[in-house]
């Protein structure tokens, strides 16, 4: 199917043709401003859910007053992978094309809720192949395993640590192209399917035990950090959503009764090294460097010449809004 002018609209349409799976014409960026594109639906799985693979070509830019056009099309040029289509409506792991012809599309579902949402259904059925009892949680080794995706999924907000892809690797790994489309058609009871297939080549009793009892203490810890909100990791949870849409911010410095302020990129802040290390890097500083290091140097002797101590940070501020203090440090210390 050829039009001159896709719109949003047109696509949705072509999205949910049950009989046309070629789509093929321009795509205004601007007034005057085209990509000329062409898209090819191939079926890929039925099921609960029906699911398409979108390919698709952009050519060069068009502009019809100046008739500067792209490339011809060739009958054997390939297309690239644009994402998958389900039930003729949302389109998963969306490519960077795709988002740059169509920016409505930017709210699907991303490649990570796949991810998220099929290491739910697996962890949920090797659960009732293992008892796991309470005390062996209190195992070292889980705990140690457990705490820092704990920390990165809690205090960073980054939703696909503490699953088990996430934690076990060697499973995403084996988790590809099929088995992404197998858990779009057919949800349920997909984590079954999974583990029954990659039986010989992932797990054991033993392996599989190990890693649930991961995930177990993973949610504890979780569950502690929400209910104990004066604890250290809900503290970094609030530091973190502070720091939140600033770019550079400006921490106060205060030890042996002096303060001295400098700034500091947000996004190096927002890292599971300053929750870890309770410090922040001193390479960070934007500035003389060598004037902050003379001052920790003369006012604090534990100073390692590497690391500020989050403990001597009194409180931080927005650098476009230096009168609004963003957060207070409940953890620090007079030196």
Partial sequence: MYIKKITFKAFKDYLKNPTDFFLEGNIFISDDIAKYCRLVRTPAAKGEHNVEVLYGKVQLTYHPERNIGGRY??????????????????????????????????????????????????????????????????????QRRAYEPA?????????????????????????GDIDKVDFLANPTGWGERYATMKESLLF?????????????????????FKEHTDCYESQCETLMNAL???????????????????????AWMQDYETISTKGLPIRGVRGSKAKIDSFLAENYKDYDHETIPLKLISHIRNNRDRKGTIWTNPFFEEV
Avoid: W
């Avoid at 697996?122 to 796991?132: N, S």
């Avoid at 939703?159 to 790994?173: K, M, R, Y």
């Avoid at 054991?204 to 502690?224: A, G, N, S």
């Fill in 151 to 175: 920390v990165r999924k809690y205090a960073l907000g980054n939703s696909a640590c503490g699953t088990i892809f996430d934690n076990f690797p060697n499973l995403l790994q084996r988790f």
């Fill in 204 to 224: 054991d009793k033993e392996t599989v035990k190990f890693m649930l009892c991961v995930q177990h203490c993973v949610k504890r810890y979780i569950k502690e």
């Fill in 244 to 266: 939140d849409d600033c770019n550079i911010v400006r921490i106060a410095i205060k030890v042996n009764g002096q303060t001295y302020r400098v700034d500091y990129p947000a």
């Fill in 73 to 142: 099309f060739y009958s054997n040029a390939s297309l690239d992978f644009m994402g998958y289509v389900v039930d003729g409506e949302t389109i998963y792991s969306a490519s960077e094309a795709l988002h740059e012809l169509f920016p409505k599309f930017k709210t699907d579902t991303t490649n990570e809720q796949i991810l998220i949402a099929a290491s739910e259904e697996l962890e949920a059925y090797l659960d009732t192949t293992v008892c796991i009892k309470p005390r062996e949680l209190l195992d070292p080794r889980y």
